[in-house]
T-cell receptor, first 116, second 113 residues
Framework: AQSVAQPEDQVNVAEGNPLTVKCTYS??????LFWYVQYPNRGLQFLLK??????LVKGSYGFEAEFNKSQTSFHLKKPSALVSDSALYFC??????????????FGTGTKLQVIP | KAGVTQTPRYLIKTRGQQVTLSCSPI?????VSWYQQTPGQGLQFLFE???????NKGNFPGRFSGRQFSNSRSEMNVSTLELGDSALYLC????????????FGPGTRLTVL
């Protein structure tokens, strides 16, 4: 079975500092990995995804994530945090393996608080 | 291109009633997935429909059901509502490929009293 873990319920960072939101995953085959952001009373918005190729993926709003197969991680990063980045962030995985089309599994979310 | 739309945006029901939620995907998208979001459980997968067929199903009781129409619009139904069904219900659409990005609607906030 596939799973994804976001070990931190909340991350606090000062405006202008780099931020990291952690994500680890477990799959039987190969993973497709996604990051989404959710602002209050809104649906989820896509940030970036890893399918194949370069381990460093760049996405929207200056976010990037690095796929690390040996550590089964896909941490979300941004060099300089903005107050407007404060939101709920979700990591998601789809297991790519034989035997059918698998669903997407989401982590429990990490609340990012950027302090002015 | 219009985004994913969900109706209604807010619903208040009482225990024992049933409810139907609607989702219209992005034009051209053939896959619709449904999720339940609660503060304690995060996003829980309900089911996915592709070309009117259920392609995947989560671990929810049979009170939760869904369907997809030939125009790709989808509905989900919850019968015999329980207090624990109070949640934000999100739908997401894609073209149907495994690597596709899911595009989410704004959700339907269901409150069961």
């Amino acid at each position: 079975a596939q799973s994804v873990a976001q070990p931190e319920d909340q991350v606090n960072v000062a405006e202008g500092n780099p931020l990291t939101v952690k994500c680890t995953y477990s799959v039987s085959g190969n993973p497709y990995l996604f990051w989404y952001v959710q602002y209050p009373n809104r649906g989820l918005q896509f940030l970036l995804k890893y399918i194949t190729g370069d381990n460093l993926v760049k996405g929207s709003y200056g976010f990037e994530a690095e796929f690390n197969k040996s550590q089964t991680s896909f941490h979300l990063k941004k060099p300089s945090a903005l107050v407007s980045d404060s939101a709920l962030y979700f990591c998601a995985v789809r297991d790519i393996r034989s035997g059918g089309y698998q669903k997407v599994t989401f982590g429990t979310g990490t609340k990012l608080q950027v302090i002015p | 291109k219009a985004g994913v739309t969900q109706t209604p945006r807010y619903l208040i029901k009482t225990r024992g009633q049933q409810v139907t939620l609607s989702c219209s995907p992005i034009s051209g998208h053939r896959s619709v997935s449904w999720y339940q979001q609660t503060p304690g459980q995060g996003l829980q997968f309900l089911f996915e429909y592709f070309s009117e067929t259920q392609r995947n199903k989560g671990n929810f009781p049979g009170r939760f059901s869904g369907r997809q129409f030939s125009n790709s619009r989808s509905e989900m139904n919850v019968s015999t509502l329980e207090l624990g069904d109070s949640a934000l219900y999100l739908c997401a659409s894609t073209s149907g490929g495994a690597a596709d990005t899911q595009y989410f609607g704004p959700g339907t906030r269901l409150t069961v009293l």
